[in-house]
């Protein structure tokens, strides 16, 4: 039996850079993981965080890396960030290797505290713009406000960190982000430490912005739930080291999605193939 074949519906064990292939088309992709290995060193060994992981992101896709705990995922997203360079394999944006970090690939961490606590939310957000001199004061101002407005804080623009919840801190973290243009908007589990319900509500503004705005997004999350909402394209990674296991087409779920009976099927067929044990491997004679 095939690989492909003994995998659950709605389940593809091939990369969409290869499905393209196989129909004759040729979409270029923004962004190309080939063949990736990361590792990193402890004082005890050197660990291999990723083994050869491939995958193509396109524009306006919105791509999620989801796997457990351990499995290499924000290793990856870093590597992508240009904080982290392959051992083996390339990364590569509009067909350029991609070496270093770069104002066209923004992170947002899951960490409320990383906005300086003595600029204001304006501040805050014109603070990469000033410093990479992308624009000017005036302009960088203005930017400024235009992307609080998308994300709903424009009142709060003259308040300081400090003064904001865990929500709005993430959604001015968003805005900063979004304000520098990037080619590629990553997100390290940028919800994982709010409550359920300020969660869900950020799910639903990330979208909706998304629906605006049509940036390109890679996020990482460990959450079966979150990735079928957040993403239209879904990577799964094996437990350590993480490899890719297939690839799930989650466009057509939402936020309504949730308790419907094809949105928890999904779920549990991914949590099974996630846990599953991974086959050893046959000797062919």
């Known amino acids: 039996m095939s690989t492909a074949a003994a995998l659950p519906s709605g389940i ?8 393209e292939r196989e129909r004759g088309q040729d979409i270029a992709p923004l962004l190309q993981v080939d063949n990736v290995s990361l590792e990193y060193r402890t004082p005890e060994r050197v660990v291999r965080a990723t083994h050869r992981v491939s995958f193509d992101v396109h524009a306006a896709d919105r791509f999620v890396l989801l796997g457990p705990s ?26 350029q290797r991609v070496t270093h ?3 066209d690939r923004i992170v947002v961490f899951q960490e409320f505290d990383q906005l300086p606590p003595w600029k204001t939310v304006k501040q805050n957000v014109m603070f990469p713009l000033l410093a990479s001199r992308t624009l000017g004061k005036k302009e960088a101002a203005e930017r400024a406000l ?10 709060f623009a003259d308040v300081h960190p400090h003064q904001l919840s ?23 589990e940028p919800f994982a430490a709010l ?15 998304w629906d605006e705005v049509r940036f390109t997004l890679l996020f990482v999350t460990h959450s079966i739930e979150e990735a079928l909402v957040v ?10 080291p993480g490899r ?27 949590h099974d193939m996630l846990f599953e044990e991974e086959p050893e491997a046959v000797a062919v004679p």
Do not use: W
Request: proline share 5%.
């Open 166 to 188: 865990g929500g709005m801190k993430q959604r001015v973290a968003i805005a900063r982000a979004l304000a520098m243009q990037p080619r590629v908007l990553l997100m390290d």
């Open 231 to 240: 993403g239209n394209r879904v990577a799964l990674l094996s437990p350590h």
């Open 146 to 155: 235009h992307y609080l407005d998308k994300v709903g804080l424009a009142k």
């Open 70 to 95: 351990g499995c290499g995922k924000s290793t990856l997203l870093k590597a992508v960030g240009g904080f982290i360079p392959p051992v083996e394999g390339e990364i590569r944006l509009d067909g």
């Open 101 to 103: 970090p770069d104002p």
């Open 244 to 270: 890719m296991r297939a690839e799930v087409n989650s466009h057509g779920f939402s936020l309504a999605s949730h308790g419907g009976a094809e949105f928890q099927s999904t779920a549990q067929r991914i």
């Open 12 to 19: 593809d064990s091939l990369s969409h850079r290869e499905r």
């Open 195 to 209: 409550d359920a319900l300020t969660r869900r509500k950020m799910q639903q503004e990330l979208l909706e912005l």
